[in-house]
């Protein structure tokens, strides 16, 4: 799954998936602004069949918060 969210971030931010790991924070890290953010939630929404809620949306840092917030939505 990791290799899966990784490669939506960079599709989606349009950037190598090299500069991409599960320690990266999505703002520090990638300069990540809200709208970038919103397509990202709208991706992980549809590939992964869940619904991130606004309120959530504020703990997904890093890019291992966003592989665990999945892990367990899937469960």
């Known amino acids: 799954m990791k290799e899966e969210i990784i490669s939506l971030i960079a599709e989606v931010l349009e950037i190598p998936e090299e500069s991409i790991n599960e320690?990266?924070?999505?703002?520090?890290?990638l300069d990540v602004?809200?709208?970038?953010?919103?397509?990202?939630?709208?991706?992980f929404e549809e590939?992964?069949?869940?619904?991130?809620?606004d309120k959530d949306i504020k703990?997904?840092?890093?890019?291992?918060?966003?592989?665990?917030?999945?892990?367990?939505?899937?469960?």
Do not use: F, G, M, R
């Open 59 to 75: 703990n997904l840092q890093t890019v291992n918060d966003i592989i665990k917030y999945i892990e367990n939505k899937n469960v």
């Open 33 to 43: 602004e809200s709208l970038d953010l919103v397509d990202l939630v709208a991706a």
């Open 47 to 53: 590939k992964y069949n869940i619904e991130i809620l």
């Open 23 to 29: 320690k990266t924070n999505l703002i520090k890290d």
